[in-house]
């Protein structure tokens, strides 16, 4: 059973960075896009930004510009590099692969970004 375990999150000012980390178990990561999304307290899980498996990014339009995606394959790992924090950044971040529109793991316990000064 693949595990997804986030990590890098903590509290930092407006106009902060952090970089964000998931790690998956298992060999089939590569075979997958992987997706970050993020839940704010009384909101829905929302997806913030996505890679193919070929390196093809997307992004949501309120996160454009300042965070970036990226993979490594070797490590078997995902990041989410945030900058330019804002307050409305604030959420538990949580990591999944794809699968046609589905997820593609069972949900990790996510990383929490608080944006506070």
């Known amino acids: 059973q693949v595990q997804l375990v986030e990590s890098g999150g903590g509290l930092v000012q407006p106009g902060g960075s952090l970089r964000l980390s998931c790690a998956v178990s298992?060999?089939?990561?590569?075979?997958?896009?992987m997706d970050w999304y993020r839940q704010a307290p009384g909101k829905q899980r929302e997806l913030v930004a996505r890679?193919?498996?070929?390196?093809?990014?997307q992004y949501a339009d309120s996160v454009k510009g300042r965070f970036t995606i990226s993979r490594d394959s070797a490590k078997n790992t995902v990041y989410l590099q945030m900058s330019s924090l804002k307050p409305e950044d604030t959420a538990v971040y949580y990591c999944?692969?794809?699968?046609?529109?589905?997820?593609?793991?069972?949900w990790g316990q996510g990383t929490q970004v608080t944006v506070s000064s």
């Open positions: 890679i193919s498996t070929i390196g093809i990014t």
């Open positions: 298992g060999s089939i990561f590569s075979i997958y896009p």
């Open positions: 999944n692969g794809d699968a046609a529109g589905a997820v593609a793991f069972h």
